[in-house]
């Protein structure tokens, strides 16, 4: 008699309609394992446009536009090359940032890597956050998504750290389980969204510790999101305006996690274990 194949090794199975709840539980599961392995107890997750690149990057571009003598350049793409240049600070102090923190994160006196630099693991900002770490010797994480036209993730990633993910909220629970901080950068519907995510459980006071939110740079965040009409209108509490701090350069960022980090980490050394059990356990 022919053995039929055993339900969890069949593919057909897996990735059926009916198989849904196993494929949502490895996303938990598989991550959980690997963090434990890793001594991954907790993270400091940044935010921000995929679009970014860095100074480098942008001002070649800009440069070989410019020095096209067989074209004459569109005025178009140089003003957006332009723009693309200016934008690249916004990688630099990412990148730069983490490599602070990831730098003062080694000399804690813990068991366990506290605090790494964890991203969406693509390019911009993800990229120049998982960059900045990886220079400072630190591990770092990148949860990336699955998407068709999605490119792959940054190589700056350290190994073992880089998680594919089917599902979105999978992805959002892992950004926001481990998360100590939260640093957004200059972006777009997915830096909003997973933004007013993390706003919204913390307003509802559905994390069990505070998590602090930095947004970076004033300018370009006062142009997008006034939250005055908010207050105004009673869709949200003048208290909830103290959910986050506006920040303008690596240093002030720095600082800001570091007195928060530092007030938190105490707590939440004993905090992470009492959830997760096994996430933090020590050395054997």
């Not at 332009?82 to 006196?109: K, P, Q, V």
């Not at 570091?258 to 004993?270: A, N, P, R, V, W």
Request: charged share 30%; glycine share 8%; hydrophobic share 40%.
């Amino acid at each position: 008699m022919d053995h039929q194949p055993l339900a969890y090794l069949s593919r057909e199975f897996v990735e059926s309609e009916d198989g849904r709840p196993v494929r949502l539980l490895a996303e938990y599961l598989e991550p959980l394992r690997r963090f434990r392995d890793e001594q991954i107890q907790d993270t400091v997750v940044f935010f921000g446009s995929a679009r970014v690149t860095s100074r480098e990057r942008a001002d070649r571009a800009l440069r070989a536009l410019l020095g096209d003598r067989a074209h004459r350049p569109d005025d178009e793409a140089v003003a957006a090359a332009r723009r693309a240049l200016d934008w690249s600070r916004y990688y630099e102090d990412a990148r730069t940032l983490a490599r602070e923190l990831t730098t003062w994160t080694d000399t804690l006196d813990t068991p366990h890597h506290r605090f790494v630099v964890c991203s969406g693991g693509g390019p911009g900002i993800m990229e120049a956050a998982n960059r900045g770490a990886s220079e400072a010797g630190g591990k770092t994480i990148g949860l990336n998504i699955r998407l068709p036209y999605e490119q792959g993730a940054n190589p700056y990633v350290s190994k073992n750290l880089h998680f594919e993910f089917h599902y979105f909220f999978m992805r959002k629970f892992w950004f926001a389980y481990l998360a100590k901080a939260l640093v957004v950068f200059p972006g777009g519907f997915g830096t909003m969204d997973e933004l007013f995510e993390i706003l919204t459980l913390a307003q509802t006071k559905k994390l069990s510790k505070k998590i602090e939110v930095l947004l970076y740079g004033r300018e370009y965040w006062d142009r997008v999101l006034r939250f005055g009409p908010l207050v105004d209108g009673g869709a949200i509490s003048e208290s909830d305006l103290s959910l986050f701090t506006f920040v303008d350069s690596p240093q002030q960022a720095f600082e800001c996690l570091k007195t928060h980090l530092l007030d938190s980490c105490l707590e939440c050394q004993h905090d992470q274990e009492k959830r997760t059990p096994g996430l933090a356990k020590t050395r054997t």
